[in-house]
């Protein structure tokens, strides 16, 4: 089992920042890869970033490339999403996620273990 618990959101202006933190507790925290989803009003949850166990590799979604970026310490057994330049559009809670692979995945299934969500709100 592993509990995920974010944190970061709020509420923020046009091209600003935030940075979105997940702790995760249970299984050994650099065994598996860790993701970030979001899922906004009336809309499918869709993928927004992973990475790998180990960190090594990463992947994002084409509406999020170039601004925001995901990172691990798996010291600290945390996942980080830092989002810059937000735009309305990113509005949505957003979901951390563990899966039960090590490498790169993107589907929502591939994730056993997901978070409470933390809402982003975006005002233009």
């Known amino acids: 089992q592993v509990q995920l618990v974010e944190s970061g959101g709020g509420l923020v202006q046009a091209g600003g920042s935030l940075r979105l933190s997940c702790a995760a507790s249970?299984?050994?925290?650099?065994?598996?890869?860790m993701g970030w989803f979001r899922q906004a009003p009336e809309k499918e949850r869709e993928f927004v970033a992973v990475?790998?166990?180990?960190?090594?590799?990463?992947r994002s979604a084409d509406s999020v490339k170039g601004r925001f970026t995901i990172s691990r310490d798996n010291a600290k057994s945390t996942v980080y999403l830092q989002m810059n330049s937000l735009k309305p559009e990113d509005t949505a809670v957003y979901y951390c996620a563990a899966s039960l692979l090590s490498g790169v995945v993107v589907i929502t299934e591939q994730f056993a273990y997901w978070g409470q969500g933390t809402q982003v709100t975006v005002s233009s």
């Open positions: 990475i790998s166990a180990s960190g090594a590799s990463t």
């Open positions: 249970g299984r050994t925290f650099g065994s598996y890869a």
